[in-house]
């Protein structure tokens, strides 16, 4: 019900029971809709654009829709100002967590449950999730080997696979999950104490080449400067070379000296006294035998021609995004750092000057090719958050099942746990049996919704009844959709969206086989947590105030 209150002349518009209102709530399924049709390899894409024009997005990533989705209801202003902030931490999980979280609300409303009854139970639940997955016993959880490349790949691969709006193919998207992995790789050194540091990881995009073009280079990879011939860089000799790096303008240009005022006596040629000291700065940077001078922003035609003359190469425009990685590479000592080489290198239709490390500084270039602009950006998008994913593997070396796996088998495990100790926990919580009940299969329910998402061609789910995987019938394929669980004549199943008998989960043992697909173990297990805590804070919420003026 809406009312409205003037004070002091302004306008307020109260909204009391904000998720009894209707189109409240038919904001909250659209928007629960575009999500799950953007979910999982065989989502679909969203195009958005506004209605004057302009340019058009092509994507099915949940950062790139609610950056530009936008919404004037509080509530669903929340939920994805939620998500964003999840996703700008963890990179991974944003769609899962906007699912499950419209889907708790949902479920809520639709079983007639108190909100505070339902807060209570979910809370509950998240905790032995929680717990569960934590602990020892968990069976949707694998370790991350770093022995070996496999684990960091399929991780990496499930990203990739899981954003169809980068339009690769199987072998395409191999290509760039090892080139991710690889990245990630370069990224990692260790120092004397032992103590691991990331570096960074630079990315190129080059448009209209084949993705197979894609490549990823140790050191920094930076245009040709002008005028830069093999030959120049033959006449160098080897390394390592000493550099020189500068923040400020070195155009000899007054309008670079900013807003102030200067005082000119008279005879005085500023340009010309400015060009003197370029000059000078140029001569000692000559007799301290520098090889490469390299700014941010321009430097003076003269001084670039004296420097070139004695043999030093001159990077300018280096730009501000280069800066921080420039440094970490030639790892500055008093006044200079220090390249070990310099070499061109041909990526797809560009020329490239790659300088290499001096001592153990990791830095690496990512160069990424693809068919068109849109494509490209979102590959890009996408190879930096799987980077950062496998990143998180560091401090937590798991990883979750995938292809709704992990959600059918935690809606089994919760739904059994809670089954023998209904009596009690309902008594726990000051609540009545029915109540507990119903919130628990409102809990499941919404995690069962999110594997159900995954599918969007009419095809079945199912989930069997010994492990709790979730499967979708293929004749080409006979494992579960994770591919951990093999299939087999005895093994019953049963439509993931109807009611099956309570179990508890079998663990796999002794098994040759290896997930096809992972999911990151950081960003799902925080992605959960805040699902529920925003859920519960949506439903607790009585008012909205609007100031309509």
């Avoid at 004397?192 to 990823?216: A, N």
């Avoid at 400015?274 to 090889?291: A, C, N, P, R, T």
């Avoid at 958050?385 to 496998?390: C, D, I, N, Q, S």
């Avoid at 959709?481 to 005895?490: A, H, I």
Wanted: proline residues 3%; contains cysteine.
């Amino acid at each position: 019900m809406r009312t409205c209150v003037r004070r002091k002349h302004h306008l307020f518009g109260f909204y009391h029971e904000p998720l009894s209102n209707s189109n409240i709530c038919q904001k909250m399924a659209l928007l629960r809709n575009i999500l799950s049709t953007a979910y999982g390899p065989t989502g679909r894409l969203k195009q958005i654009h506004n209605n004057v024009g302009g340019h058009v997005l092509t994507t099915s990533t949940s950062t790139a829709l609610l950056k530009r989705v936008d919404t004037s209801e509080p509530l669903l202003q929340m939920i994805s100002t939620a998500v964003q902030h999840h996703t700008a931490c963890y990179s991974e999980c944003g769609i899962f967590m906007g699912i499950f979280t419209l889907r708790l609300i949902e479920n809520t409303l639709n079983n007639g449950l108190r909100t505070a009854t339902a807060a209570k139970v979910y809370k509950h639940l998240v905790e032995e999730c929680t717990m569960y997955l934590k602990g020892d016993s968990c069976g949707c959880k694998v370790p991350v080997d770093f022995s070996s490349s496999d684990s960091l790949i399929a991780l990496a691969r499930s990203m990739i696979a899981s954003k169809p709006a980068c339009m690769l193919n199987s072998t395409e998207t191999k290509h760039i999950s090892s080139l991710i992995v690889q990245a990630f790789l370069y990224s990692i050194h260790c120092n004397s104490s032992g103590v691991s540091c990331f570096g960074r990881t630079v990315t190129i995009g080059i448009e209209g080449q084949s993705v197979s073009d894609s490549s990823v280079f140790p050191g920094l990879l930076v245009d040709v400067p002008e005028m830069l011939q093999p030959a120049d860089l033959e006449r160098l000799g080897s390394g390592p070379f000493k550099v020189v790096l500068f923040s400020v303008s070195l155009s000899g240009d007054l309008s670079e000296v900013g807003d102030v005022t200067l005082e000119i006596h008279r005879g005085v040629d500023p340009e010309r006294d400015l060009l003197q000291q370029l000059l000078k700065l140029g001569e000692k940077v000559v007799m301290d035998k520098v090889s490469l001078f390299a700014c941010q922003k321009v430097v003076h035609p003269i001084l670039q021609h004296y420097l070139r003359k004695h043999g030093v190469v001159v990077i300018e425009r280096l730009g501000l995004a280069l800066m921080e990685p420039f440094v970490q590479l030639t790892v500055p000592v008093e006044a200079f750092g220090m390249v070990k080489e310099f070499c061109l290198q041909s990526c797809g239709s560009r020329e490239l000057l790659q300088l290499l490390p001096s001592k153990d500084a990791a830095v690496s270039t990512m160069v990424l090719c693809h068919r068109n602009e849109t494509m490209l950006e979102e590959l890009k998008m996408t190879c930096k958050r799987a980077e950062h994913v496998l990143r998180l593997t560091l401090r937590e070396p798991y990883a979750l099942l995938g292809g709704g796996c992990t959600e059918t088998l935690l809606a089994t495990h919760i739904r059994h746990m809670n089954c023998s100790k209904t009596s009690t926990m309902a008594q726990a919580l000051c609540i009545s049996h029915s109540e507990f009940i119903m919130a628990v299969e409102a809990f499941c329910s919404s995690l069962r919704s999110v594997a159900l998402s995954l599918e969007h061609d009419g095809q079945d789910c199912l989930v069997d009844l010994t492990y709790a995987h979730r499967w979708v019938p293929d004749i080409y394929s006979k494992t579960c959709s994770c591919g951990l669980v093999e299939d087999r004549s005895n093994l019953e199943k049963t439509p993931l969206n109807t009611a099956y008998h309570t179990f508890f989960p079998v663990s796999l043992i002794n098994t040759d086989n290896q997930p096809r697909i992972l999911d990151s173990f950081s960003a799902k297990l925080n992605a959960l947590n805040v699902a529920v805590e925003m859920a519960n804070f949506v439903l607790d919420v009585k008012y909205i105030i609007k100031d309509i003026n």
